[in-house]
């Protein structure tokens, strides 16, 4: 089973449909059990990076998260799931995240409108499985008000608003997701389509 983290900050509805409409069975949950038995997880998230990240700790899930992926299995983080994956986050403060992939989540500071919110075509930096379905220069669906600076290392495809964004990156089996697939249409889904590949 794949399971869908509940942690009180997700649109959990939303991604598990769109889960479902490309043939991916997934079960919300914040059991622990079910998680730690979970083929995959997958981590949503809407809101502030401090209240998710205590929201994680209060449920004594970060442990857990950790504990799958050094299983070798997959996760993949969406929006504000993806920015939980790295080192450390300045918004309203400091604050230590799961530190499952280096860098750190900043503030967009630029010229243009913050948040980044609309539709983004995105580049590639690199092949991966999950973008098999889609093209360069495709569009999708953002909308955050920070962003993960780290190295290109982990970088498979980004965006340009007023800076380099990344949108989509992967470390081993850990995959972070900035925008929504769940709201980006056909692109979206042909993603979840291709994590749901590699997760079987």
Same mark, same amino acid.
């Given at each position: 089973? %794949?399971? #869908? @983290?509940?942690? !009180?900050? =997700?649109?959990?509805?939303?991604?598990?449909?769109?889960? &479902?409409?490309?043939?991916?069975?997934?079960?919300?949950?914040?059991?622990?059990?079910?998680?730690?038995?979970? %083929?995959? #997880? @997958?981590?949503? !998230?809407? =809101?502030?990076?401090?209240?998710?990240?205590?929201?994680? &700790?209060?449920?004594?899930?970060?442990?857990?998260?950790?504990?799958?992926?050094?299983?070798?299995?997959?996760?993949?983080? #969406?929006?504000?799931?993806?920015?939980?994956?790295?080192?450390?986050?300045?918004?309203?403060?400091?604050?230590?995240?799961?530190?499952?992939?280096?860098?750190?989540?900043?503030?967009?500071?630029?010229?243009?409108?913050?948040?980044?919110?609309?539709?983004?075509?995105?580049?590639?930096?690199?092949?991966?499985?999950?973008?098999?379905?889609?093209?360069?220069?495709?569009?999708?669906?953002?909308?955050?008000?920070?962003?993960?600076?780290?190295?290109?290392?982990?970088?498979?495809?980004?965006?340009?608003?007023?800076?380099?964004?990344?949108?989509?990156?992967?470390?081993?089996?850990?995959?972070?997701?900035?925008?929504?697939?769940?709201?980006?249409?056909?692109?979206?889904?042909?993603?979840?389509?291709?994590?749901?590949?590699?997760?079987?």
């Amino acid at each position: 089973m %794949n399971i #869908i @983290i509940d942690y !009180g900050l =997700g649109n959990l509805d939303s991604v598990s449909r769109a889960f &479902k409409m490309v043939g991916v069975e997934t079960k919300i949950s914040n059991d622990i059990n079910e998680i730690n038995n979970a %083929n995959s #997880i @997958i981590l949503p !998230g809407v =809101g502030a990076f401090r209240d998710a990240i205590n929201s994680l &700790k209060d449920m004594k899930l970060i442990p857990v998260i950790k504990e799958h992926v050094d299983k070798g299995k997959f996760l993949i983080g #969406i929006c504000l799931g993806m920015q939980l994956l790295y080192e450390k986050s300045y918004e309203n403060g400091v604050y230590e995240g799961l530190g499952l992939i280096k860098g750190n989540i900043e503030k967009l500071d630029i010229d243009l409108k913050v948040p980044h919110m609309g539709w983004n075509n995105i580049k590639f930096n690199k092949k991966d499985e999950i973008i098999k379905y889609i093209n360069e220069d495709d569009y999708v669906y953002f909308v955050h008000s920070y962003y993960a600076n780290s190295s290109n290392e982990e970088l498979v495809a980004y965006t340009d608003y007023g800076k380099t964004i990344p949108a989509i990156v992967r470390k081993n089996n850990i995959y972070g997701i900035q925008f929504h697939p769940e709201k980006s249409s056909k692109v979206g889904a042909n993603i979840l389509k291709a994590y749901g590949e590699m997760i079987k």
